[in-house]
């Protein structure tokens, strides 16, 4: 999160640093900040592929009421999304 985490020039030669604003996204994009953890959960998973995503998103959906499925769908394809974006970079 770009705008609460400031990595000093030592930080950046010493590591491969993403900035997207998963906050910012939940918030404005998503229209729920509380999907944050969604949002960061397949920025996670897109870059390292730890977990198919089918079955990540089902897991997730499982954990949760139906009534915010479709709300935390969007914020996993944002995430996605912003993901895919930092890597072609």
Request: glycine share 2%; aromatic share 6%; proline share 4%.
């Amino acid at each position: 999160e770009p705008n609460l985490v400031f990595p000093t020039d030592e930080d950046r030669k010493k590591w491969n640093i993403v900035e997207i604003p998963i906050i910012t996204i939940a918030k404005e994009e998503v229209g729920n900040v509380i999907t944050q953890s969604v949002v960061a959960l397949a920025i996670a998973n897109t870059y390292m592929k730890a977990l198919d995503e089918q079955l990540l998103i089902d897991t997730m959906l499982s954990k949760v009421p139906a009534k915010v499925h479709d709300v935390n769908k969007v914020a996993y394809e944002l995430g996605k999304k912003y993901a895919l974006e930092s890597m072609s970079k």
